[in-house]
């Protein structure tokens, strides 16, 4: 922990020591520059004492929260300019090494002087985190899209065809701070009048008690006509936290449990159900959370039990690594499955049909989004709610409404 706490300190220390450079290269007046120095100074030891009160028996907090969002404001925008620096540092040591070992000009400093256009540029581009961060704190997490998807499925049973599922995934119960937004949310959900509703976990961030402020308001969402299905999170097993006993942690994990019935959800642990809609009938399987990082309780077998291979078959699966390792070459050849977890990293880019990116991407094969393989399907939920850094900065929370459309075959 000290080694963890030392390196931290020195590498903020570094980044520290280049951004400066830039300030002192483009501000000439000293009472501002030693106004930054004591502005950076006290901003760190802030930094470094709330992680050092972290308490690992809580978890996070709104406090720690603000520290993570905080950090990030500062030290993303100066990471860039030290970036910048350091690059201005290894054009000027390969400008002074050819002047001085190839021109043989020893009257000239080795090192040129910092020019003001590049801390200009660095200054430029680091505006651009700094101003998307505030954005994402301010408005980002809030902003809630409702994304529509139609997927098309040759075997499909006919009654089932124009069925609707709005999906939602990652409430993070215990990071919300604002009701009259999450009310907004509830009734937006409510406004989508699909035939059925899907939450593919994580209810809180830790504990049973982050959604005891929000029982009424979830309790808002209407069930649809064919019920209201859920499942578990990597989260709502309480693995991040440390508990006084095994015996805590167990009722906290059966308050979890108990919280999908006190909102009106059926959770599906390891389970599924028959859906029903005239004489035909589809699937709707539960799996406990199955992640390639994390514990593989899910059991598709065990979930699928008593299902053929030729019944439609939705799943829910909280992580998509699921889909990747497991289901989407899985002899139960499962038609659609609906997963979240990434929150998309709640940072990245995306312009609808034509870009995304995330660092997700590199964590996560299926990041947001629909993905497909030889027929079979995941979409993975961008997330209702956020975790650590309490934004989102270009991937919005999601509200998704997915229709299931028979595809008629071209003879």
């Known amino acids: ?29 000293k009472w501002i520059l030693l106004f930054y120095i004591a502005g950076s100074v006290l901003a760190l030891i802030y930094i470094i004492y709330s992680i050092s009160k972290y308490d690992p028996s809580v978890g996070q907090t709104q406090k720690s929260l603000f520290v993570m969002g905080f950090m990030l404001l500062v030290y993303v925008p100066k990471m860039i300019l030290a970036l910048t620096m350091f690059g201005e540092d290894i054009f000027r040591f390969g400008s002074g090494t050819i002047n001085y070992f190839i021109d ?12 003001k256009f590049v801390s200009q540029i660095g200054l430029g581009l680091a505006s651009i985190p700094f101003l998307s961060l505030i954005y994402g704190i301010t408005v980002g997490k ?14 499909l049973p006919d009654a089932f065809d124009g069925f609707t ?5 990652d409430i993070h119960s215990g990071s919300f701070d604002n009701p009259e937004k999450i009310n907004y949310a509830v009734d937006l959900i409510n406004q989508q ?3 059925i509703l899907l939450f593919t976990g994580d209810i809180v961030n830790a504990k049973a008690e982050e959604m005891h402020p929000w029982l009424e308001t979830f309790n808002r969402l209407e069930k649809p006509k064919y019920g209201k299905f859920s499942i578990l999170g990597n989260h709502d097993y309480g693995a991040y936290l440390e508990w006084k006993s095994n015996k805590a942690k167990e009722e906290n994990f059966i308050a979890i449990k108990d919280l999908h019935r006190q909102i009106d959800f059926k959770l599906l642990l390891n389970e599924h159900v028959k859906i029903k809609k005239g004489n035909e009938e589809i699937a709707i399987i539960g799996v406990e959370n199955w992640g390639k990082h994390f514990d593989k309780i899910g059991d598709l077998n065990k979930a699928s039990a008593g299902i053929s291979d030729n019944d439609f078959k939705i799943l829910m699966s909280h992580d998509p690594s699921h889909w990747e390792e497991v289901v989407k070459n899985h002899p139960k050849n499962v038609q659609l499955t609906l997963s979240g977890h990434t929150h998309g990293m709640q940072f990245g880019i995306e312009i609808p049909g034509w870009f995304k990116w995330s660092l997700a991407q590199y964590v996560y094969k299926q990041w947001a989004g629909l993905y497909e393989n030889v027929g079979r399907y995941i979409y993975v939920n961008r997330g209702f709610g956020f975790h650590a850094y309490p934004g989102r900065v270009g991937i919005m929370p999601e509200i998704t409404v997915i229709r299931l459309n028979k595809q008629v075959n071209k003879v």
Do not use: C, G, W
């Open 1 to 29: 922990m000290i080694f963890r706490f030392l390196f931290l300190f020195v590498f903020l220390f570094i980044v520290e020591l280049y951004a400066f450079q830039v300030f002192r290269t483009l501000l000439k007046t």
């Open 104 to 115: 043989n000009d020893v009257k000239t400093s080795f090192l040129p002087s910092r020019r």
């Open 142 to 155: 809030y902003n809630f899209k409702v994304i529509k998807q139609n997927i098309f499925f040759p075997d």
């Open 165 to 169: 599922i709005t999906h939602i995934s």
């Open 193 to 195: 009048v699909s035939d």
